[in-house]
């Protein structure tokens, strides 16, 4: 076959061929619907999938510089061995904890203010917005001595969550974090 023979066959070819009927344009098109339907239903949870994801790991890093900022403040707190009883002022959504650094005129301060939870210590204050509660209990030893807190914060629209946070030093005993 020459060149000639196979340009004189396409044009043959293209002049007898006229292209799709309208059926074959319609299956065609809901063929192509109903595979496509399936992708994009995966597609679509999988978006969905990943924004859960997305707001999971905001929301579990912002717990995570809560606790840093908690244990911190709270280790803060050292009790010198000659007090043997502190009064610790409670209220309802605030706490007011002496001893910051072992002298009885600095205080740790935190509670809820505005929807926002406020750690106040003499180094400054740090706020958590979207806080709308905290419980306060106090962590006892087997001498009854209260050692550190325990703070359940109740944040807006989510579950509560607990920290349980030593204070740094109780008389002669030094606490560290584990």
């Given at each position: 076959?020459?060149?000639?023979?196979?340009?004189?066959?396409?044009?043959?070819?293209l002049k007898n061929n006229s292209?799709?009927?309208?059926?074959?344009?319609?299956?065609?098109?809901?063929?192509?619907?109903?595979?496509?339907?399936?992708?994009?239903?995966?597609?679509?949870?999988?978006?969905?999938?990943?924004?859960?994801?997305?707001?999971?790991?905001?929301?579990?890093?912002?717990?995570?510089?809560?606790?840093?900022?908690?244990?911190?403040?709270?280790?803060?707190?050292?009790?010198?061995?000659?007090?043997?009883?502190?009064?610790?002022?409670?209220?309802?959504?605030?706490?007011?904890?002496?001893?910051?650094?072992?002298?009885?005129?600095?205080?740790?301060?935190?509670?809820?203010?505005?929807?926002?939870?406020?750690?106040?210590?003499?180094?400054?204050?740090?706020?958590?917005?979207?806080?709308?509660?905290?419980?306060?209990?106090?962590?006892?030893?087997?001498?009854?001595?209260?050692?550190?807190?325990?703070?359940?914060?109740?944040?807006?629209?989510?579950?509560?969550?607990?920290?349980?946070?030593?204070?740094?030093?109780?008389?002669?005993?030094?606490?560290?974090?584990?």
């Amino acid at each position: 076959m020459n060149f000639l023979n196979i340009k004189n066959t396409l044009k043959n070819t293209l002049k007898n061929n006229s292209g799709f009927t309208l059926i074959e344009t319609l299956v065609a098109i809901a063929l192509i619907s109903l595979i496509s339907l399936p992708v994009f239903m995966v597609t679509s949870d999988i978006v969905t999938f990943t924004k859960k994801i997305k707001d999971l790991n905001r929301r579990n890093g912002e717990l995570i510089k809560l606790e840093r900022v908690l244990r911190k403040s709270v280790r803060g707190v050292q009790i010198p061995f000659w007090i043997s009883n502190i009064e610790l002022t409670e209220g309802t959504n605030a706490i007011r904890i002496p001893y910051w650094n072992g002298e009885a005129g600095l205080v740790l301060k935190m509670g809820i203010e505005d929807k926002t939870f406020k750690i106040t210590t003499p180094e400054g204050t740090r706020g958590f917005k979207g806080y709308d509660g905290v419980e306060f209990d106090f962590l006892k030893d087997s001498k009854l001595r209260t050692i550190g807190l325990s703070i359940n914060v109740k944040k807006i629209k989510r579950e509560d969550v607990e920290f349980q946070c030593a204070f740094g030093a109780i008389g002669r005993d030094v606490f560290s974090e584990k």
